[in-house]
């Protein structure tokens, strides 16, 4: 869960930039690190564990200028190190760079930069990015222009800062997909970068907010941005107000909507510090497992309550197929009552967001007092779910206001997607060759993701069409199944429209009497095993007049001759579809419900976390 701060102005950098980090200390974070321009030379501290090191670092040799950037790092590629945290810095000493995001192509960039005579000092993705600027400035091009061209080099969703020695007027900011955000703050003679609000709301109300693709050029004067394809941008300036809710919430409507454009970012922090990309190896730290243990594992029971028993329906395909263990779903709800057969053998895996949802903490104790491991995969640190458990898996999405889950519906799906590669490499279920695949799709999901969320304003638009029926009927099938029911709850839950989720082949033995003109069919039909299956529920929804509404794969146009609106989703290995195909029917459900006036974070009756039966 990284974060970034970067200043420049007439204060003292170091501690601007070390009190922006520490409000943003609730992301999480394994490293530290700092860089600042004195006299012409870049001073750096870089420190393993918390916050309190770096400072200590610094205060013992102290930073003084005008100009820093600094970072909280969560490892993906190499272990937390000192040379592993950022700012990474250039051979020659005079580039240093900060980065959030995963550079899915760092491997062959690495093998060109060896082969031009680079000498990699860490074993991160990030490093190849300050190598490729340097080499560019030394080509001529001045820090923006030599940024430009290495962002142009690299594959992933990223947000990046660059500062130099030689150009000590300036840095230079990047957004690419939705790895993470990027604010800009004004000031009065000087201006401030964020990786989120919270850093810089001491010192600024005044921010702009990088979309993707686009990068800036800041200096203590004020800045200028442009896109990576260098067309200018006169970006909007966003007065936040002095409401903590409100500034928390930043440049969107509600919370809801924020939480569904941050899942790029959550979706990248969920999946930091758990993956050997070179080796596709996937480590669970806190989710200790031997490979006998994993070997004598008979069955695993998903237990879990509303939006968190959906996401287990999802990984029960997940586990099934890498893992080849049977997974069982059952709500928390309803699990202690029924006498359930347990033993030392069967692992109960409860998914809860707050970690204080009381059913599922009943269905665990159930399963202790069987005998049973008992595992969590929870976002609420220290929460009674991960404090119950043998081990656990945090989902990383960061806090989450909306009571209708969003990003920790898909940090649930990704950690349940590592669970079950790292429960296949324990049980020798896995080459890896399969493993180093695996993951291989799993490091692109977060862009993948961005792109998805490029296209929200089409969603917006068909919501206008759709927000004044009473009725709707949300089908798929296979590991998309769950995600008809995810999508027909999230618009119960905030429009109060009735909607109905159910496994597509089951439409005609009941639900299609009700399909007619007044009735909307959203069909979740992507490029998969059962592609032709679903356009045949679509062909009968149509025959009865129904109007039908697809989730479809980008580039399927014989999906647009059969129903009435598309909403395309990057293509994407089927197990890991659900991610995707979920994200429009999030917005789906959130625009429907801002059409009708609902109160989108607070719905009527709902709460975040049921502590009550």
């Not at 941050?262 to 990248?268: A, H, K």
């Not at 945090?394 to 799906?413: H, R």
């Amino acid at each position: 869960m990284c974060g970034i701060v970067g200043y420049i102005g007439a204060r003292d950098s170091a501690p601007v930039v070390l009190g922006g980090l520490k409000r943003l200390e609730y992301r999480g974070y394994d490293s530290a690190g700092i860089a600042v321009l004195e006299n012409g030379e870049i001073g750096l501290r870089r420190n393993v564990g918390k916050l309190e090191n770096l400072e200590r670092s610094v205060a013992e040799s102290p930073l003084r200028g005008q100009i820093g950037i600094g970072h909280t790092r969560w490892a993906t590629h190499g272990q937390p190190s000192e040379r592993n945290a950022h700012p990474h810095i250039s051979m020659d000493g005079q580039f240093v760079v900060v980065h959030n995001g995963i550079v899915e192509n760092y491997l062959e960039l690495r093998k060109e930069l060896k082969a031009q005579g680079v000498v990699f000092k860490s074993e991160t993705d990030t490093e190849v990015i300050v190598h490729l600027v340097e080499k560019l400035a030394s080509a001529g091009h001045d820090l923006t222009e030599a940024t430009r061209l290495a962002c142009l080099r690299l594959k992933g969703a990223h947000a990046i800062v660059t500062l130099s020695a030689t150009q000590p007027d300036r840095l230079v900011a990047v957004r690419i997909g939705n790895a993470g955000g990027v604010v800009l703050g004004i000031g009065r003679d000087e201006m401030f970068i964020a990786s989120d609000i919270p850093a810089i709301l001491e010192y600024t109300r005044r921010l702009v907010f990088l979309e993707s693709r686009q990068m800036a050029t800041v200096t203590r004067d004020g800045y200028s941005i442009q896109t990576l394809d260098k067309m200018p941008v006169d970006a909007p300036i966003h007065e936040i107000s002095w409401d903590p809710v409100g500034a928390a919430r930043g440049e969107y409507r509600h919370f809801m909507q924020k939480e569904i454009f941050e899942q790029g970012r959550s979706l990248t922090d969920t999946i930091r510090g758990r993956i050997d990309f070179d080796s596709g190896c996937v480590i669970l730290p806190d989710l200790p497992l031997t490979p006998e243990e994993a070997k004598r594992l008979k069955r695993i029971v998903t237990v879990a309550c509303g939006t968190s028993a959906y996401a287990g329906l999802v990984g029960k395909f997940m586990i099934e197929r890498l893992a080849r263990i049977p997974v069982e779903v059952d709500y928390g709800s309803e699990y202690r009552y029924r006498d359930p057969i347990l033993d030392s053998d069967c692992a109960v895996l409860a998914i809860t967001q707050s970690g204080e949802t009381v059913d599922t903490l009943s269905a665990m104790e159930e399963a202790r007092n069987k005998g049973a491991k008992v595992w969590s995969i929870v976002n609420a640190i220290g929460s009674q779910a991960m404090r119950l458990a043998d081990g656990h898996i945090s989902m990383q999405a960061g806090p989450e206001i909306g009571v209708a889950s969003t990003k920790a519906f898909t940090s649930s799906i990704v950690d349940q997607y590592l669970l079950a590669l790292h429960l296949g490499q324990l049980r020798g279920t896995l080459t890896l060759e399969e493993s180093r695949t695996h993951t291989t799709d799993l490091a692109k999901l977060p862009d993948l993701v961005g792109k998805v969320l490029d296209r929200a304003d089409e969603v917006q638009k068909l919501a206008k069409k759709l927000f004044q029926y009473s009725d709707f009927l949300y089908l798929g099938r296979g590991i998309n199944y769950p995600i008809a029911l995810e999508g027909a709850l999230k618009l119960k839950e905030i429009s109060y429209i009735h909607a109905e989720g159910y496994p597509a082949g089951e439409m005609k033995h009941g639900p299609i009497a009700l399909i007619d003109e007044h009735m909307p069919v959203l069909a979740v039909a992507i490029k998969d095993s059962v592609y032709d299956k679903m356009i045949s529920q679509i062909e009968q929804a149509k025959a009865r007049r129904g109007v039908v509404i697809a989730v479809g794969t980008e580039g399927d146009e014989f999906i647009a001759t059969k129903a009435d609106h598309v909403l395309y989703v990057p293509e994407l290995p089927p197990l890991l579809s659900p991610v995707l195909t979920v994200i429009p029917l999030q917005l789906l459900a959130y625009y429907i419900a801002v059409e009708r006036g609902c109160d989108v974070d607070q719905p009527r009756n709902l709460a975040k976390s049921v502590t009550v039966e």
